[in-house]
């Protein structure tokens, strides 16, 4: 099953982040809550952590980019 990873919401505030830098690559293999990209919003950086278990298939948001909150950023397929 494919699972979609987003941009996290971290404040009430908060509209859209950065990509500042992907900690993991298509292929590779997450566990849950495994950090996979580091974000920067308006007023923090956070990471974006993964939802499940499983290998990222896909990356579609590249680094540099800004994308409004709740964006597909990336896809897991689950185990």
């Known amino acids: ?9 971290w404040g009430l505030t908060m509209k859209d982040a950065q990509i500042i830098k992907w900690l993991k690559n298509e292929g590779d293999l997450v566990e849950k809550d495994e950090p996979i990209a580091e974000a920067a919003s308006e007023k923090i950086t956070n990471v974006i952590n993964s939802p499940v278990k499983g290998k990222v298939v896909k990356i579609l948001v590249q680094e540099g980019e800004t994308v409004p909150v709740g964006t597909v950023v990336a896809q897991i397929e689950s185990e």
Do not use: Q, S
């Open 1 to 9: 099953m494919i699972i979609d990873v987003t941009v996290p919401k």
